[in-house]
C-alpha cells in the first residue's frame, strides 16, 4: 500500500493526540519513524514549510531527509524524524533549542579565535502525523559525508594527521557544549560530518545529540537506569556506571582515536562488545594503566599525543573541569612536528609512507581514495512536484512517555548482585563496513565496583585483570609506526587470553530489505549499510532482555520530561544484530 500523508484538519482538536502510537518493529525499545515521501511539505512550529527530498540516512532510531525551505531549490536542510514517542529526538532537539543558539556559537566562535566550529544548530522543530502517526521533526543544516565512510575506505584508519586534526576540532566542539553543562556522550566517526560547501571539509561537525544529557558536578552516584548507554565500543567507564561526566566525553574521543589510528580496541578483537560488562571491565583494566594498555596496542611506539591526552584522561576527577588547552597542545604540537598545517580541507587520503612526510600509515589503494573523493561530493537531490502539505500548530511540545519504574533500583552495593534498568541507548558503532549500528541490552548481571567510586575516591577502580587485560597482546596491535619523533617504544609483548562471546546465534544475513533512493541520493553510512547488507555477510543475532524498562536516555531533559505516569509504548526486548567481519 502506498504510503500516505494525511494532512491535519484546521479547526477541532488536534488529531495528533488522537493518533496512535507509531509501529514498533518487534523486539525494538523504539518505533521507527514512518516514511516519509519526497515532495511531502512539512510545517515547523514557526510556519515555516520545509519540502521533504530524498532520505540521506537512517539512524538507530530516525530517518534524515534532505530538505528545501519550501518554493526553494536547495536542498541544504536536513530533516530528522522520529515517532512522537520517542526519546533521543526529544532530548536532541531540546538540546539545540536551549544550548546552541547561533548566537551562542557565534560569540564562542570569537572568544576563542576559531573560524569555525564543529557545532551544528538547528533550524526548526515541530510534530507531523504521518500515515496517521504523530512524529516529531528537527530542520538542521545538511552537511557532508560523515568520516566512517574514509575510516571504511581506508582499511579501517585514517591519516595521523586528520585524526590528530578531528581530535583538536572535537575538542572544541566539547568545550563548547561542555561549557553549557551538558556531555555528548556518543562521539564516532558515524556521528562526525564533514561541512559543505567552500571550505567545508576543512571542518568537521558533530551530530546526533540524542544522547545529550547533563554532566554531574557533585558526588559521584552509579545510576542502574542509565549504565552502559552510548555505543558500546566508546562507551566510557563513567557511562557504564550511568553517570555523564566531562572526563567521559574525553574517554570517549580518546577510544575514537585508537580506532582512527589504524588500532582495534581490545574489547573489539576480543568480541565482548555483547555483553556491557565485559567491555566495561575490559575498560576499566585498560585505563588502569593506560600507558602499558597503549603499548601493548602499538608494539612500534605509542604516538606521543594519544599516551600523553589518555594518560591525561584517566587522571582526571570525575568532575573536574578538563583542561583542554593542554589537551590541544600535545595534538597541535604533534601537527608541527609532522609539518602538517591545521588549515585547508581535512584530507582522509592515506598516503604511501616516504621519508618526506610523517605519515607512515600504509598506502591506500588509488580505487578507495579515488572512491573517497568522489563520495565526499554530495549530489543534488531531484526536486519533487505536487506535494503533500503536513503541518501542526502544536503549541506546547509534550515529553515522551516512559514506563515507570516498577520498583526503584538499588543502588549498587559491594558485592551485590545488580539487575540495572537499563535506558535503551546501547549501540554498536558502525565504523566496521559490517557491524550495523543497532541498539542492544546487557545480558550480564553487572557487578559493582569493588568500591563505589562515589565513596572515597572517584577514580579508585578495582583491577580486573581478566580476558581483558590491558597486556594482552591483541591481533589489531598496529603494524604501522607513527610519527618516529612522537612515539614511544614498546617494551614488552604479553600473550592474549580469551575470546568470549555468549547467548549468541549466527544467521545468514538476509538481503536488504530498503534501498537507497535515486540518482540525487547522498550516499550515507546508514544507506550504505542497507546496500551493503546484500553481501552475504553471516549476522550475528543476539536477544536479549530489557529489564525495568527505562524509555528515555538519561538526561535531565527526559527525565523531567518523562515524570508522567503513563505506560510507555516501548518493549520489553530487544534484538541485537551484530554482523561478523
Ligand atoms: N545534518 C546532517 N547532514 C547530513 N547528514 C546527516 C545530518 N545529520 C545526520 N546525517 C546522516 O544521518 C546519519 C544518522 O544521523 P544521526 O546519528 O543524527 O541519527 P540517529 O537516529 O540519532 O542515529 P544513531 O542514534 O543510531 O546514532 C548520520 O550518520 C549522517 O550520515
Request: net charge positive.
Amino acid at each position: 500500500m502506498p504510503r500516505a500523508v494525511k494532512p491535519k484538519t484546521a479547526a477541532g482538536p488536534s488529531p495528533a493526540k488522537k493518533t496512535a502510537p507509531a509501529k514498533k518493529a518487534k523486539g525494538k525499545l523504539y518505533a521507527m519513524p514512518e516514511k516519509l515521501k519526497e515532495g511531502t511539505v512539512l510545517q515547523d512550529l514557526a510556519k515555516g514549510k520545509w519540502c521533504i527530498g530524498p532520505s540521506i540516512g537512517i539512524g538507530g532510531f530516525g530517518e534524515i531527509y534532505a530538505a528545501a525551505r519550501a518554493g526553494e531549490k536547495n536542498y541544504d536542510a536536513v530533516v530528522k524524524c522520529e515517532p512522537h514517542g520517542n526519546g533521543p529526538l526529544f532530548v536532541e532537539m531540546h538540546f539545540y533549542l536551549r544550548n546552541a543558539k547561533q548566537d551562542d556559537i557565534k560569540q564562542f566562535k570569537q572568544q576563542r579565535g576559531l573560524k569555525t566550529l564543529g557545532m551544528p544548530y538547528i533550524l526548526a522543530s515541530g510534530s507531523a502525523d504521518v500515515n496517521g502517526q504523530k512524529h516529531r521533526f528537527i530542520v538542521m543544516p545538511r552537511y557532508g559525508s560523515d568520516i566512517s565512510k574514509f575510516f571504511k575506505e581506508n582499511g579501517k584508519r585514517l591519516p595521523e594527521g586528520t585524526v590528530y586534526r578531528l581530535a583538536l576540532q572535537m575538542l572544541d566542539v566539547y568545550q563548547f557544549m561542555h561549557s553549557t553543562g551538558y556531555v555528548h556522550a556518543d562521539l564516532k566517526a558515524a556521528n562526525i560530518l564533514l561541512g559543505q560547501g567552500k571550505a567545508g571539509a576543512a571542518q568537521a561537525y558533530l551530530v546526533d545529540f540524542g544522547l545529550a544529557s547533563h554532566f554531574v558536578t557533585g558526588e559521584f552516584k552509579p545510576d542502574p537506569k542509565k549504565m552502559h548507554n552510548g555505543t558500546i565500543e566508546y562507551t566510557s567507564r563513567d557511562a557504564h556506571l550511568g553517570v555523564p561526566t566531562r572526563r567521559a566525553d574525553l574517554e570517549i574521543l580518546g577510544y575514537n582515536i585508537i580506532e582512527w589510528l589504524g588500532v582495534e580496541l581490545p574489547w573489539v578483537t576480543q568480541k565482548l562488545l555483547a555483553v556491557p560488562l565485559k567491555v566495561q571491565k575490559a575498560k576499566e583494566a585498560f585505563m588502569e594503566d593506560v600507558g602499558a594498555a597503549l603499548k601493548a596496542l602499538f608494539p612500534k611506539g605509542v604516538p606521543v599525543p594519544l599516551g600523553e591526552y589518555m594518560k591525561y584522561v584517566a587522571k582526571l576527577k570525575h568532575n573536574e573541569e578538563p583542561d583542554y588547552d593542554k589537551c590541544r597542545n600535545w595534538f597541535s604540537t604533534a601537527l608541527k612536528q609532522m609539518k602538517i598545517p591545521n588549515t585547508g580541507d581535512l584530507d582522509f587520503k592515506i598516503k604511501p609512507q616516504s621519508s618526506s612526510n610523517n605519515n607512515h600509515s600504509p598506502p591506500g589503494t588509488s580505487k578507495a581514495t579515488a572512491t573517497a573523493a568522489a563520495a565526499a561530493a554530495p549530489k543534488r537531490p531531484k526536486k519533487v512536484a505536487s506535494p503533500d502539505i503536513i503541518s501542526d500548530s502544536e503549541e506546547e511540545e509534550e515529553a515522551p512517555r516512559r514506563k515507570p519504574q516498577a520498583k526503584a533500583s538499588p543502588a549498587p552495593r559491594r558485592n551485590a548482585k545488580v539487575t540495572p534498568t537499563i535506558s535503551p541507548r546501547k549501540r554498536y558503532a558502525e565504523t566496521s563496513p559490517t557491524r550495523k549500528r543497532v541498539k542492544t541490552e546487557p545480558n550480564g548481571t553487572p557487578k559493582p565496583r569493588a568500591t563505589p567510586r562515589a565513596a572515597a575516591s572517584p577514580r579508585a577502580r578495582a583491577s580486573p585483570r581478566s580476558a581483558a587485560s590491558p597486556k594482552a597482546r591483541t591481533p589489531n596491535a598496529a603494524s604501522a609506526s607513527f610519527s618516529p619523533a612522537l612515539s614511544l617504544r614498546a617494551k614488552h609483548d604479553v600473550s592474549m587470553d580469551a575470546n568470549v562471546i555468549v547467548n549468541v546465534k549466527r544467521k545468514k544475513k538476509a538481503g536488504a530489505k530498503d534501498q537507497p533512493t535515486g540518482e540525487g541520493d547522498v550516499k550515507t553510512p546508514s544507506s550504505r549499510s542497507l546496500a551493503s547488507s546484500k553481501e552475504d555477510t553471516p549476522v550475528t543475532r543476539v536477544n536479549l532482555r530489557k529489564v525495568n524498562g527505562e524509555g528515555v536516555p538519561g538526561s535531565p531533559l527526559a527525565a523531567a520530561a518523562s515524570s508522567s505516569s503513563s505506560p510507555s509504548p516501548r518493549t520489553p526486548a530487544v534484538t541485537v544484530r551484530k554482523y561478523r567481519r
